[in-house]
């Protein structure tokens, strides 16, 4: 199977980052590819959860490195803020599908693209105009 390999405009010049961007990316792309794995469905299941698990250590990280690099405290807020946005997200899939009410795999594939490439290119883009002027060891 063809791997996603992340377009150079999605990297943020921070390697940790962009590792962790790239695993999230192909677990977005291993659901896009697995039309068994819709949400009623156990795979999707653990999809789902490995994918909390590593937004939420991406999120985690993330969030260390962006208050290291005197980025303005508004700048930080608002990227938190989208961080909390995404897990709430989750966390209400999850609900939702702990009570039996069941979103179709369209709406799902569109939540994952949006917690995933829709970040990226939204919010955490902005860290590269601080790399160079910070320099951090990768």
Request: hydrophobic share 35%; proline share 4%.
């Given at each position: 199977s063809s791997r996603v390999r992340i377009d150079p405009s999605l990297l943020t010049e921070v390697s940790s980052?962009?590792?962790e961007h790239h695993e999230l990316v192909t677990q977005?792309?291993?659901l896009l590819g697995?039309?068994?794995?819709?949400?009623s469905s156990v795979r999707f299941s653990e999809i789902l959860s490995e994918t909390g698990g590593l937004l939420n250590t991406h999120f985690t990280n993330e969030e260390a490195i962006l208050k290291?690099?005197?980025?303005?405290e508004d700048d930080v807020s608002s990227h938190v803020q989208a961080h909390n946005d995404i897990m709430e997200?989750?966390?209400q899939l999850n609900l939702d599908l702990m009570h039996g009410k069941l979103p179709n795999r369209f709406d799902t594939l569109l939540m994952f693209n949006d917690w995933i490439i829709g970040h990226i290119l939204n919010h955490d883009?902005?860290?590269r105009k601080y790399v160079s002027?910070?320099?951090l060891p990768a």
């Amino acid at each position: 199977s063809s791997r996603v390999r992340i377009d150079p405009s999605l990297l943020t010049e921070v390697s940790s980052i962009d590792n962790e961007h790239h695993e999230l990316v192909t677990q977005f792309e291993y659901l896009l590819g697995s039309p068994d794995a819709d949400p009623s469905s156990v795979r999707f299941s653990e999809i789902l959860s490995e994918t909390g698990g590593l937004l939420n250590t991406h999120f985690t990280n993330e969030e260390a490195i962006l208050k290291s690099f005197g980025m303005p405290e508004d700048d930080v807020s608002s990227h938190v803020q989208a961080h909390n946005d995404i897990m709430e997200q989750y966390a209400q899939l999850n609900l939702d599908l702990m009570h039996g009410k069941l979103p179709n795999r369209f709406d799902t594939l569109l939540m994952f693209n949006d917690w995933i490439i829709g970040h990226i290119l939204n919010h955490d883009l902005k860290i590269r105009k601080y790399v160079s002027a910070t320099r951090l060891p990768a």
